[in-house]
Structure formats: structure tokens, C-alpha cells
């Protein structure tokens, strides 16, 4: 029980600690977790843990995702997206294992070594490149929409390549591994060693009756997702109890992987087909919402062990070799890449961001390169050194992402001669951002005839704005080599209505510094951020959920039957409280104290709190008397002393 | 020395040259609070704190308007059904206007003599104005005649806005610096640039 606590409170606590850490670094949750098992490894060291074992478990997390991944996918918008799934997705995989097999081959290794080696350094990582590009707006760019159709292939290919390691299984040449008991049954083959390898009730039968039995099982998945989960759901939702659908959810995942396991197939695919089964149901967002949580603990687990197994006697030893195969693995990856973006038209920036985007290699390699041990198809040596290669690509893909930016900078100056005259035009006004708020901006100003110039990161986007003969310039605003490109030093106004908070404020903090004449709007995205903006010298910050969240209380109060001119009253008050509130906080804001350790903060917000305490429990006294003052009617007795001052009112004339 | 407070109401400002010139004309005087109502509340949400610290801190009020369908501007309207609170303007306890003084600087699009029984108008100009002058009064304020300048869309080829707007300046600075007899101004019923001189005793001929 003790050891349980412990290694719990070890786990978590490094996940706590490095997640948040690595994602302010701009190196996503992935890495962080990697980060975080580099540390724990001499701690576990020291405690005798077994990893691998722990790794084993964690492996369900894997099933969990391809639920999940199986869940979003709808089967027709599988369909829409078959040419680039099947195309791009199918030929970046193959190509780039037949490529790595050659070099296997070239570097005498055993063809099935290379054969599994290929189809692991073929996946690039869905996490952390999903990640960065809905960080950065990029998914719904042209670059974006084809990195995750290739990623999509390579986690549905995962599920076959799970499928197909076993068969590669060849145990006399791996002499390490004999004691694990190697297995070519294949019945415990995908992340399901939860369940254990002693479960293949069917192992002796003849082939033709274990086709039959993997077919019925599959039959079976595809019952319970299309006629059982739909009863069990309104069967349990008559309880009322949360946790029930928790355990509906996870019973319902274990149970297929089970079911698979007993039946000689991959859990993993059975997962990902029941996903697909439902993800037309309505059932698909309550499901996901419930897994979700325990596949993101699973999976959190499972890279903190990847990162507490990686042998740092072996990255000593081998530093050099390991660096040259990462970086040479990176090269012919985003050559492959590269190659398949022209033959597709993936053009300008885009281009880049798909060569460069997809040439890590992914999680998933660490769970074949697990598989591939424990199936004993490559020797531990070769997989822990492949195992540092996987993790140090992927270390190395925010690096990636920075040389993105670095090429688009280059393309922007590229394209500025031939443009020249163009930019020297009298567009005083520039727009950061052209999604949902400065797309908005943009046309109100255009509409009485203002010249814009717009910076946005999606291309397809702007390419639609370029057709229109607007000025646009492709990248990363924050960026002085843009913004100078952009005309900032003629500029009389500068609209910054970017997605991310962070980038917000550092573009308005270089603007207000370096160019102080230009007027600087920005997007505020919560009250904090309105504090932040202030301080590094931005006067007119803009709260982008606020004036619809007013306008939303304003329709709940006209729809519990306040008159609509009350109603219109009452918001207002409540906005001109609120901005009272917030210029009294700004006063004793301050960006480098954390707010609950600067004292004048929280004196004043004690204050400011007694205050609204009225307006939050309802009393509606503040509020009130702002609205009862307007227009109120005389009393009688006001009538009465009226009449009296006009009668003895001397200067009046009669 | 008077402290003055000019309220300018005008929606309509791309159409108007009479107001604007008149706004130019006195908004830069010292001693002189020049509020545009419509820039200072675009979404008519008027604060009455603030308007009635405003009123304390000066002597003469001063309503700048274009006369729209015989009335104010909305706005300035709006200003007076929520700034003019009883028990601050009038009612029990309403003394906080008391011997100020009230002054609307009117400019009109029809010709004077419409503003008669036998204009088109019908009425003499300062009948329209009864409300605001009652509102003067119940509010022990005295209402000084109005300065106006009729057929203020012709004013500027007819050479008479230049006029108008000099005797705005002349009238308030009057009011200013204590040239004003206020005694003699409770006999006129309407001021123009041209008959300044019966309110003024600032050694001045108002013919500009």
C-alpha cells in the first residue's frame, strides 16, 4: 500500500510539476511528461521500480486514444477526406518505411528488423503536432488540414502494424529476450497487457476457426456499438448518477479489449472500430468526455516511464551516433515530406509547415518499440537506441517550428520587391489577426473605405483575401521584420486581434516601445490580460468575450420577462460597475507579483468584493439604486415644496 | 468672474457649419467648459454624478443646440430628465442650481419673421422654449434670453455666421467677466449678435 502511494504521488507530482513548466516553454504536455520521467528515473532507480511493467499498464492508454481517435472520426468525413488520407497519408508511410529499410538493409541489419524499424520511423507524433497547430491557428491552413490527414493514416496504420509485429516475430536471433516468453500468438499484441498474455482460449484451434472467431468478435464490437450501447446509456442515464456513465464508458472500452484479446485480434482496433461504430451516436461526446481523462492519465503515465526508461549510459556512450541518426532521420523525413507536398500542390508556407511539421518521430513509437522487445523482433540494444532517436526528435520539434517561422520570415522579404510599390501605398491601418475578431474588424473598416494591411498565420485564408487584391502578408505578427514589412513605421493604427494571449502581449509591448507613435488597440483576452496590456503601455484594450457575454445576460433577463428597455438598463449598470471595478484594480495591479502576494491587490479587492458581495448574493442593492435613480418621479412632498420656492422665488420673472 | 459650462448637443454634426463654426468659435476660452454631449455619451448612457459635479462647478449654464421639431436634441433631453434630479435640481432639498443662470445658444432653419402669429410658425420663438424656461425657474435658476441665429443653413453665404459667431464669443466672455446686467436682460425676449449691446456693459458696439 505504501509502495502504491509513493510511486502514485511520484507520478503525479512529476506530471504536475514538468506539464505546466514544459507548456510555458512552448514544448507541450508530451515532452513534459518525457521531461518529467528523466527526472524521476534515478529516484525509481534507487526504489527498484520495474518500468516496464508500469509501461505495460499504461499501454491501455494507447487503446483509449484510437477509441477516441475512432470516435471523432465520423464515417463521412472519413470519406471526404479519403485523397489526402489515403494519398498523402498512405504514401508518407510507405515511402518513408521502404526508405528507412533500405538504409537498414544498407547498414546489414536482418530485413525484419528494418521492415519494423521503417514502419516506427515512419510516424511522426499526432500529440505534439496537433497540439502546436491548433495552439498557432494553423489547423484550418492548407499545411494544417494535410498534416492531419497524414496523421490520421498513420494512427489508423498503427493499428495494423500492432497487427503485423508479431508475425515479424523471429526469436532465435534475439537470444535477450528468450526469457520473456516470446510470443507469436499475437493474441496480447496492441497496448492491451493489462489483460494479461494468458488469454487465448482459441490458440489451438485450426486457422480457419480462429478467421471465424476474429470475425465474430468483430461482429460482436460492431453489435454492441450499434445496438447495445444506446439501451445501456438510457438504462443508466434513469439513475442519475455521473460516475455510473464513467463506468459505462470504461467498462464498455475495456470489455471490446477483452473481448479481442480472448479473440486472438489487437484491442486496439477493436477500440478504434467500436469508436467508429459511435461516433454517430449521441451518445460520442459523453463517451469521449468520460475516456478522455483516463487516456490522458494513461498516456501522461506511459511517457513519463518512456522518459524514466530512457538509458542515459547508452545517450553517453553513443551521443554522437544518436544524434546523426535523429538528425539524419529528420532530414529524410522532411525530404519524403517535401516530395509529397509538390506532387500534392501543397504551396508557399504551407509547404514548409507540412515538411517540417511531420519530420519528428511519434509516441507511438514508443509502444511498437516496447511491442518489438517484447515480441522479439529487435534486440533491446537496437530498441533502447532507437528509443533515444524517437524521444530526441521529438524534443527537437519545437526547433522545427521556430525554423518554420524563420522560412516564412525569408519568403515575406522574398516577395517584397516585386510588391514594393504596393506596401509604400497609404494603408495606415494594420490588422494582427484575421480570425473571428480581426476578420470582423477588417470588414467594418474596409466597408467606409479604409485601407487595411492584415498579418494572419492561415494561408488558405489569406490567399482568399489576396484574390480580392487586399494586402496580406503570410506569418507571425509578433515578428519586427514583419511588422516592418507590413509599413508599422507609417502606420497610424495597429489592430491586434491575434488568437494567443501571450502574443498579444508581446506584440503590443514591442509596438508601444519601439513605434510609440502608432495607436495601438488590442484584444484582451480575460480581465488579467487587460491589467497586462496596461502595464506595457496599451490604452485601449478590448475584452473579446465581454460585450457578448453582456448581451447574453441582457436576452436572459428579457426572456425571464424584464421589459426590454429595463433590461437594456440593467446591463449597463452592470458594465459601468464592472469597468469601475476594473480601473480599481489596474491601479494596484502589478505584473511581476503574482496578484494573492501583492498586498495592495488584495486589500483592494477585499474591498471592491464587500461591495459587489450585494450584486453576487443576489440583493441587487448596488445595481438597483444605479437604475431606480433614472427617472424616478417626484414625491408628494417634493410637489408641495416646489410650489412653495416658485412663490417666494424672487428673480423669477412673472 | 463667472465660471461658464457650454453644453453642445448636435447629432447631425457633418450637416452642421452654424454649430460647429459657433463650437470652434468659444470651446477653446479660458474659463470656458466645452462639453459635446454626443461625443461624451455616443450610447446616450449619461452619468449623473458626473453632470451634477459639473453643474456645482460652474455659475451659467449654457444649452448649444439646433432647435429640432421645436424641443432639444434627444440627448440634451435625456440629460435633462436624468441630471435635473429632484432633491439636487428641485423637490425637497433641490437648491444645488439656485442663482445660476441658463442660457440656450439656438440656431434655427426657419426665417425670424415665421416666428410669429402670422409666420408659418405660428408662435413667437420663445413661446416654444416655455418648457425649458419653466424648467429654469422650478429649478431657481434664471433663464437669460436666448441667442439666436435664424436660417442658420443660409448664415454662412449671407455673411451672418461670422457675425453670429463673434457675438458668441463676445456674449459669453460678457458673462465671464461680469458685463452682463442681468436686470436689463429681464426685459428682452431674444438676443442676436446685433443687439448684444442691451445686455452688455463691456464698452463694445455688438456690430462686429
Known sequence: ?654 | MSRILVYFAHPGRRYSRANLGMAETVSHLAGITYIDLYEHYPRHDIEIETEQDRLLEHDVIVFQFPLFWYSTPSLLKDWIDLVLEHGFAYGEGGEALKGKALLCAITTSSPEDAYSSEGFQHYPLRTFLTPLEQAARLCQMRFLPPYVLYEALKAAEDERLQVHEDGYKRLLIGLREGHYDYERAREVHILQAGTLDAVLNDGETGHG
Open chain 1, 1 to 654: 500500500m505504501g509502495d502504491f502511494l509513493l510511486l502514485t504521488t511520484l507520478f503525479l507530482g512529476a506530471g504536475v510539476l514538468a506539464v505546466p513548466i514544459a507548456s510555458k516553454l512552448g514544448l507541450g504536455s508530451v515532452l513534459g511528461y518525457l521531461l518529467a520521467g528523466i527526472v524521476l528515473s534515478p529516484i525509481l532507480g534507487l526504489l527498484h521500480v520495474d518500468v516496464i511493467a508500469i509501461q505495460h499498464f499504461a499501454e491501455f492508454g494507447v487503446v483509449m486514444m484510437l477509441f477516441i481517435v475512432g470516435l471523432e472520426l465520423e464515417p463521412r468525413r472519413l470519406w471526404e477526406m479519403r485523397g489526402r488520407l489515403l494519398g498523402l497519408g498512405g504514401l508518407q508511410v510507405g515511402i518513408t518505411a521502404l526508405v528507412v529499410f533500405g538504409v537498414c538493409l544498407f547498414l546489414e541489419l536482418p530485413w525484419r528488423q528494418g521492415v519494423a524499424i521503417g514502419f516506427i520511423l515512419a510516424l511522426s507524433s499526432t500529440a505534439i503536432v496537433l497540439q502546436t497547430l491548433t495552439e498557432r491557428g494553423l489547423m484550418s491552413s492548407d499545411g494544417g488540414r494535410s498534416s492531419f490527414s497524414v496523421l490520421l493514416f498513420q494512427d489508423i496504420a498503427v493499428i495494423f502494424m500492432l497487427a503485423l509485429f508479431p508475425l515479424l516475430s523471429a526469436p532465435d536471433l534475439v537470444a535477450s529476450v528468450a526469457s520473456h516468453g516470446a510470443g507469436a500468438h499475437g493474441a496480447d499484441a496492441a497496448g492491451g497487457h493489462g489483460a494479461g498474455g494468458d488469454l487465448a482460449p482459441f490458440e489451438h484451434l485450426p486457422g480457419w476457426a480462429k478467421g471465424l472467431v476474429s470475425l465474430a468478435a468483430i461482429a460482436i464490437v460492431v453489435g454492441i456499438g450499434s445496438y447495445l450501447t444506446r439501451p445501456l446509456f438510457r438504462f443508466i442515464a434513469m439513475a442519475r448518477l455521473r460516475e455510473l456513465f464513467t463506468a459505462a464508458a470504461l467498462m464498455l472500452v475495456v470489455g471490446i479489449a477483452l473481448l479481442m484479446t480472448l479473440a486472438g485480434l489487437s484491442p486496439a482496433l477493436g477500440a478504434f472500430l467500436a469508436g467508429v461504430v459511435l461516433a454517430n451516436s449521441e451518445y460520442r461526446h459523453e463517451l469521449e468526455s468520460h475516456i478522455d481523462p483516463f487516456r490522458g492519465l494513461l498516456l501522461g503515465l506511459f511517457f513519463i516511464t518512456v522518459g524514466a526508461a530512457v538509458d542515459f549510459q547508452l545517450l553517453a556512450d553513443q551521443l554522437w551516433t544518436t544524434l546523426a541518426m535523429t538528425l539524419g532521420l529528420i532530414v529524410i523525413k522532411a525530404l519524403i515530406l517535401f516530395a509529397l507536398s509538390l506532387a500534392f500542390r501543397i504551396g508557399g508556407s504551407d509547404r514548409w509547415l507540412f515538411t517540417l511539421g511531420l519530420a519528428q518521430a511519434g509516441e507511438f513509437g514508443f509502444v511498437l518499440l516496447t511491442l518489438t522487445v517484447s515480441e522479439s523482433i529487435l534486440p533491446q540494444t537496437v530498441s533502447s537506441q532507437l528509443l533515444l532517436v524517437v524521444a530526441l526528435s521529438m524534443l527537437l520539434t519545437p526547433g522545427l517550428f521556430v525554423l518554420y517561422d524563420r522560412i516564412c520570415a525569408l519568403m515575406a522579404k522574398q516577395t517584397r520587391p516585386a510588391e514594393a510599390d504596393e506596401i509604400d501605398s497609404h494603408a495606415e491601418i494594420i490588422i494582427a489577426g484575421h480570425g473571428r475578431v480581426g476578420g470582423i474588424v477588417n470588414r467594418m473598416l474596409r466597408a467606409y473605405g479604409h485601407e487595411t494591411t492584415v498579418l494572419d498565420y492561415s494561408s488558405s485564408q489569406l490567399e482568399a483575401l489576396r484574390a480580392f487584391g487586399f494586402k496580406v502578408f503570410f506569418g507571425d505578427a509578433t515578428r519586427p521584420d514583419l511588422l516592418h514589412a507590413a509599413g508599422i513605421e507609417k502606420a497610424k493604427l495597429l489592430i491586434v486581434a491575434l488568437n494567443n494571449r501571450d502574443q498579444i502581449t508581446e506584440l503590443v509591448r514591442h509596438v508601444c516601445k519601439h513605434h510609440p507613435h502608432v495607436h495601438v488597440i488590442a484584444r484582451a483576452v480575460s480581465r488579467e490580460h487587460v491589467y497586462d496590456l496596461y502595464a506595457v503601455g496599451c490604452r485601449d484594450m478590448i475584452r473579446e468575450t465581454f460585450d457578448s457575454s453582456v448581451r447574453i445576460g441582457r436576452s436572459a433577463f428579457e426572456a425571464l420577462g424584464a421589459h426590454a428597455f429595463d433590461a437594456e438598463q440593467m446591463s449597463r449598470a452592470f458594465v459601468q460597475e464592472d469597468r469601475k471595478m476594473l480601473r480599481e484594480m489596474a491601479e494596484v495591479y502589478d505584473p511581476e507579483i503574482p496578484n494573492h502576494k501583492n498586498l495592495a491587490f488584495v486589500t483592494r479587492a477585499r474591498e471592491v468584493f464587500a461591495r459587489q458581495q450585494d450584486e453576487l448574493s443576489g440583493g441587487g442593492r448596488v445595481l438597483g439604486a444605479m437604475n431606480d435613480r433614472r427617472w424616478s418621479p417626484p414625491t408628494p412632498k417634493d410637489v408641495r415644496v416646489e410650489r412653495d420656492q416658485a412663490r417666494s422665488d424672487p428673480d423669477a420673472p412673472d
